[in-house]
């Protein structure tokens, strides 16, 4: 039995602790603007591909994508379409910080900011995780989130957690039986 804890206590916190990242919250009041920050540490020379993504649902969200010098509209999402820009567009000593225009219910969520400086296929790491908090004269509209949610639209890091659970939850029986 003891064995069975044990087991059970290592695979709870290593998926737990490899699944989890350090985020940064920021809360912003609906109908406001609000910064992203982000700041990278190498600020000699522009970045060939800065993006700035959603990363909890389960398609890819371009909030905003710098490529090639410029602006990349075809990739961003129709939601932040004339409603991000970066806080320097020059983005001197390494300031990647967006600014959110008109922030909604519907911007509650994960976001991430990620630098490419040479062309590879390899997955960059993101600079700056960012938990988007939304209120509405000092109510939190994450109840509207998850609202969402149950009604069909996926969360990506609610299902990778209930998968996590229920890997767990049949290990333990595997290791009961």
């Not at 109908?31 to 992203?36: K, P, S, T």
């Amino acid at each position: 039995m003891a064995a069975v804890i044990l087991c059970w206590t290592l695979l709870t916190v290593g998926l737990l602790g490899s699944a989890s990242e350090a985020l940064e919250n920021v809360s912003a009041h609906s109908g406001g603007n609000i910064v992203l920050p982000c700041q990278a540490t190498e600020s000699s020379s522009q970045p060939i591909i800065l993006e700035w993504s959603r990363s909890d649902h389960d398609k890819l969200e371009y909030v905003f994508l710098y490529r090639d010098g410029q602006f990349d509209p075809e990739n961003q999402h129709p939601s932040f379409k004339n409603r991000v820009e970066l806080r320097d567009k020059q983005m001197k000593n390494g300031d990647l910080s967006l600014i959110l225009i008109d922030v909604t219910a519907d911007d509650i969520g994960t976001y991430e900011c990620r630098v490419v400086r040479a062309r590879s296929n390899l997955p960059t790491p993101p600079i700056n995780v960012i938990n988007l908090k939304v209120t509405n004269n000092g109510q939190d509209l994450r109840f509207k989130f998850w609202q969402s949610i149950i009604g069909g639209q996926k969360d990506g890091k609610v299902l990778e957690y209930l998968g996590l659970m229920l890997y767990q939850i049949v290990f333990l029986l595997f290791l009961l039986l």
